[in-house]
T-cell receptor, first 114, second 115 residues
Framework: AQKITQTQPGMFVQEKEAVTLDCTYD???????LFWYKQPSSGEMIFLIY??????QNATEGRYSLNFQKARKSANLVISASQLGDSAMYFC???????????FGQGTELSVKP | EAGVAQSPRYKIIEKRQSVAFWCNPI?????LYWYQQILGQGPKLLIQ????????DSQLPKDRFSAERLKGVDSTLKIQPAKLEDSAVYLC?????????????FGPGTRLLVL
């Protein structure tokens, strides 16, 4: 079965600095997708970035980039120039070829300090 | 474009009572998901619909939980009877198709507290 691991329960970062949130996964699926979602304290789940397993380049979306290392089965999220509004829970999410089921990691709670 | 709508936003019930949650997905989205998120954990898929058919309900506790999507649009999730361990946020999500690269869009969730 597929498994997503986020080893950092909590992270602190100074405002305007960059931060990396770690994610590793375990799968034998030939193709799959990896997502990062942000969940602020208000509870909504906000899509940030997507990486397909066959994508040649690492995904980027504004201040978010995904450091995808397929051989190591890691998909770390990099947030550049952190802002106070980035304080939230971040989930690494796996999606295989089973027809849409998302498998969430345990989450990393990011706190941005002024 | 309107997002995924859910109601109610909050619900407090006593154990052994029943409760129902409603979800209206983004217009045109064929796939609808219900997730349960227990405090401090990531969401867990309960059930997935493709139009009005069930694709995956392997993690739905069928002795107490039921869900339907009769006309392939909005959906209802019911718990009867509720247990203390059902206290969680119930998230509804939708996507156009269940393909690998399709993003799922989430509603605001319903926070359930069972006393």
């Amino acid at each position: 079965a597929q498994k997503i691991t986020q080893t950092q329960p909590g992270m602190f970062v100074q405002e305007k600095e960059a931060v990396t949130l770690d994610c590793t996964y375990d799968t034998s699926d030939p193709s799959y997708g990896l997502f990062w979602y942000k969940q602020p304290s208000s509870g909504e789940m906000i899509f940030l970035i997507y990486q397909g397993s066959y994508d040649q380049q690492n995904a980027t979306e504004g201040r978010y980039s995904l450091n995808f290392q397929k051989a190591r089965k890691s998909a770390n999220l990099v947030i550049s120039a952190s802002q106070l509004g980035d304080s939230a829970m971040y989930f690494c999410v796996y999606k295989g070829n089973q027809g849409g089921k998302l498998i969430f990691g345990q989450g990393t709670e990011l706190s941005v300090k002024p | 474009e309107a997002g995924v709508a859910q109601s109610p936003r909050y619900k407090i019930i006593e154990k052994r009572q029943s409760v129902a949650f409603w979800c209206n997905p983004i217009s045109g989205h064929a796939t609808l998901y219900w997730y349960q998120q227990i405090l401090g954990q990531g969401p867990k898929l309960l059930i997935q619909f493709q139009n009005n058919g069930v694709v995956d309900d392997s993690q739905l506790p069928k002795d107490r939980f039921s869900a339907e999507r009769l006309k392939g649009v909005d959906s209802t999730l019911k718990i009867q009877p509720a247990k203390l361990e059902d206290s969680a946020v119930y998230l509804c999500a939708s996507s156009p198709r269940p393909l690998d690269q399709e993003t799922q869009y989430f509603g605001p969730g319903t926070r359930l507290l069972v006393l």
